[in-house]
C-alpha cells in the first residue's frame, strides 16, 4: 500500500506478454515428426483404394476372385439343383446378380474390415426376397448393457435408419475380420498396410515432382560478379526467379536452353545415391501392401519377388490361401444367416471342382480318395466334401 501511494501520478506501462503462450511449442512441437495420413475409414478407402493403385488391385483381385467362385446348396443327404436360397443368390434383387453384389460384399469387408447384408422381404419360415449391401462407413453397431449388439444404425443423407436386433433373425448380416482391440469391428488390412500405403503415395508424389521438373533434380545457379562480389541484389534475384519459372520450369520446358549472363554460371546435379534407392523403396512399400491382402506380389507385377518358381504357382497359391479361406468364411456366415429365415438344415459352400486355378490339386485329391480301397464310399464322399448317397448300405 506504501508503494503504491509513492507510485501515483507515474505513468502505468502493462506488462509485455507473449501473443500466444503456446507459440514457441507450436514452432518446434512437430519438428521432426513423421506425417502419416488419417487412419479413419473413408481416408483409408481414399487413400489405400481410389488413391493407390497396388490397393485397388489387391482389393479388385480378391473381391472378383472370391465372388466368381460357384457356390453349392447341400445338406447331409443331398445337394440341391433348385431351392429357394439358391435363387435367391442367384439374384439376390433387381440391380444385381450373384457375381456383382458378392464383389461388393467382399469389397467392404476388405476396405473396411466389416461388411453387412440387408434382408428385405419374406415372412417366418421363409427365404427373403432380396438381398441388399449396406456402406460399412455408415452403419454403426449399438451395444446394450451386455455388451451385445441389440440394433443397427444407418445413416445418409442426414437421417438415421434403425435396424432391431431381436431373438429371431436380424435383418442385418454383419461380416468383420478378427480385431483383437475390438467388440464391434473389424480390422481392415488397409489398417495393417497403412505406413506402406504413405510411403508408396510419397514416393509417386516425389516422382510426379520429379517429372515436372524436366525428370531430373536440381541444379545450382552460382553468381560470381566480375569484382568478385558473391550476391544478387535484390531486383537481379527477383527477375532471375521469375525467368527460371517462367521459361524452364515444368514438363513443357524440358530440354530448353538457358540463357545466363552477368557472372552466372549452371551447375547441374546428378543423383545421389539415396535418389537411386528411392524405387527400390517404393517397390519395398508395394510387397509389403500385397502382403497385408494376402496377394503374391508375382501376380501385381511387382519386380524382385521370386518366392514362386512361376505365375502359376503363385496363383494357386493365391487361391489355397487368401481367396478359399476368405470365400468359405464370408458364405459359411451367409449360409448361416439365411438358415435362420428357412430353417432348414441347408448349407451353402463352394465349389471346390470348379475353380480352373485348383484343377491340378482337385484332380490328385480325387485320384489319391479313387484308390484308397480300406475306404467306403461315404467316407470317400464326406473327404471330397460330397453329401451321402440316399439308400446306400451303413459303413461297417
Not at 514452432?27 to 488413391?51: E, I, K, Y
Request: hydrophobic residues 40%; aromatic residues 8%.
Amino acid at each position: 500500500m506504501i508503494l503504491d501511494f509513492f507510485r501515483q501520478g507515474q505513468e502505468q506501462v502493462a506488462p509485455e506478454q507473449k501473443a500466444s503462450a503456446a507459440g514457441r511449442v507450436v514452432a518446434w512441437g512437430n519438428a521432426g515428426r513423421v506425417l502419416w495420413s488419417p487412419r479413419d475409414t473413408a481416408s483409408l478407402m481414399r487413400t489405400g483404394f481410389a488413391g493407390n493403385p497396388i490397393g485397388f488391385r489387391c482389393v479388385k483381385l480378391l473381391a472378383e476372385a472370391a465372388a466368381s467362385l460357384p457356390l453349392v446348396l447341400q445338406d447331409e443327404v443331398m445337394r440341391y439343383s433348385a431351392h429357394p436360397v439358391l435363387d435367391l443368390v442367384k439374384r439376390p434383387n433387381m440391380a444385381q446378380g450373384r457375381a456383382e453384389l458378392f464383389e461388393v460384399l467382399y469389397g467392404q469387408l476388405l476396405l473396411s474390415g466389416n461388411a453387412y447384408l440387408e434382408a428385405v422381404g419374406g415372412g417366418e419360415g421363409e427365404c427373403p426376397l432380396e438381398l441388399h449391401v449396406l456402406r460399412s462407413d455408415r452403419m454403426s453397431v449399438l451395444p446394450g448393457g451386455d455388451g451385445w449388439p441389440v440394433a443397427y444404425e444407418y445413416a445418409v443423407s442426414g437421417r438415421k435408419h434403425r435396424f432391431e436386433v431381436q431373438d429371431g433373425p436380424s435383418a442385418i448380416c454383419h461380416l468383420k475380420n478378427f480385431h483383437p482391440q475390438d467388440d464391434h469391428y473389424g480390422l481392415s488390412p488397409l489398417q495393417a498396410a497403412a505406413q506402406a500405403l504413405d510411403v508408396h503415395n510419397s514416393a509417386s508424389r516425389w516422382s510426379k515432382a520429379l517429372l515436372d521438373n524436366a525428370a531430373r533434380p536440381s541444379g545450382a545457379i552460382v553468381y560470381k560478379g566480375a569484382e568478385g562480389q558473391g550476391s544478387l541484389s535484390n531486383d537481379q534475384y527477383d527477375r532471375l526467379v521469375s525467368e527460371m519459372e517462367t521459361h524452364h520450369q515444368g514438363a513443357r520446358n524440358a530440354g530448353r536452353p538457358m540463357l545466363l549472363e552477368g557472372g552466372l554460371d549452371w551447375r547441374p546435379m546428378g543423383f545421389s545415391p539415396s535418389d537411386m534407392e528411392f524405387q527400390k523403396t517404393k517397390e519395398s512399400a508395394a510387397r509389403e501392401i500385397a502382403l497385408a491382402f494376402g496377394v503374391p506380389p508375382m501376380l501385381l507385377g511387382i519386380p524382385g519377388d521370386a518366392t514362386y518358381a512361376n505365375y502359376q504357382e503363385a496363383n494357386r497359391a493365391f487361391y489355397r490361401l487368401t481367396v478359399l479361406p476368405l470365400a468359405t468364411r464370408v458364405v459359411a456366415g451367409v449360409s448361416e444367416w439365411l438358415k435362420g429365415f428357412t430353417e432348414e438344415p441347408v448349407e451353402l459352400r463352394p465349389d471346390l471342382d470348379q475353380v480352373p486355378a485348383l484343377a491340378v490339386e482337385r484332380d490328385a485329391q480325387w485320384a489319391r480318395v479313387t484308390g484308397a480301397d480300406f475306404l467306403t464310399t461315404a467316407e470317400k464322399r464326406e473327404m471330397l466334401g460330397l453329401p451321402a448317397l440316399s439308400g446306400e448300405p451303413a459303413d461297417v
